[in-house]
């Protein structure tokens, strides 16, 4: 069957949209709220760079970019999740700080290596590609390693934290990514056929974490009791 843009756009401008009204709501935020909500828009750009991608082919480049652009959600989760810490730990200082270094190499890579990764081929509601590179192998360890992190630390949090409505923040997204790392995972490894499309269903699968970062965002914003401001003090 033929590629259908739907539910990548859908999925997309549903991230974007969350992402640019929480960025005015949150604009004088503390960082981790604003780590958080800059994942929506990560997500937000693969769903609509492979939408794109799968409609015009011929522009390879944006193949690579979409590719540069999921790279960066383990680190940023990991990044999350340290600056989400009730208690001041080293290692998750570390552990961050490696991970956004590593988002950065293979960034460089997908940017630099004009055959990094390739469309292959576009189904009804997934891409699928091929990746020529040795270090592909080193990607997917990361990757699935960030995630695996990610979502132990947040966790971990949760129970270290003592006040009840920042614990319900790291719980939904804690619940998120676990609705989201362990299909994922599951999917792929059931199935062999979905390797070579496994970031774009982790992205499509990525729905429940982008909803449940919606809901820990609106919750803050409940917490604050922020309303969203007049249009003429958005930009003061």
């Known amino acids: 069957m033929s590629y259908s843009p739907i539910l990548a ?9 969350a992402f ?24 937000a750009g693969y769903q609509l760079l492979e939408a794109f991608n799968c409609l015009y082919p011929q ?10 652009d999921i790279t960066w959600l383990p680190a940023l989760g990991v990044f999350f999740a340290y600056l989400s810490s009730p208690i001041e730990k080293k290692y998750l200082k570390i552990t ?23 469309l292959k081929s576009c189904q009804l509601f997934y891409a699928t590609y091929k990746h020529p590179g040795f270090y592909y192998e ?7 390693l960030g995630m695996l992190l990610m979502l132990i630390f947040t966790t971990n949090n949760m129970v270290e934290e003592s006040d009840k ?9 804690a619940i998120g990514s676990a609705l989201f790392i362990i299909p994922s995972i ?32 609106w919750r803050e914003k409940n917490r604050r009791e922020i309303e969203f401001p007049e249009v003429k003090n958005i930009f003061a």
């Open 96 to 118: 961050s700080y490696v991970f956004l270094g590593a988002a950065f190499f293979f960034s460089s890579i997908y940017i630099l290596n004009s055959t990094s990764t390739i």
């Open 138 to 144: 080193f990607y997917g360890a990361y990757y699935q």
């Open 59 to 68: 522009y390879p480049i944006l193949v690579r970019i979409s590719f540069l």
């Open 186 to 217: 599951t999917l792929v490894a059931v199935i062999p056929k979905f390797r070579g499309s496994m970031p774009s269903i982790m992205c499509h699968i990525a729905i429940f974490l982008s909803i449940f970062i919606i809901k820990a965002l």
């Open 165 to 173: 409505d920042k614990r319900k923040i790291l719980s939904d997204f």
């Open 9 to 17: 756009v859908g999925t997309g401008l549903l991230e974007l949209s």
């Open 20 to 43: 640019l009204y929480f960025s005015i709501i949150f604009k004088n935020s503390e960082k981790s709220i604003k780590i958080l909500n800059l994942l929506l828009l990560f997500l």
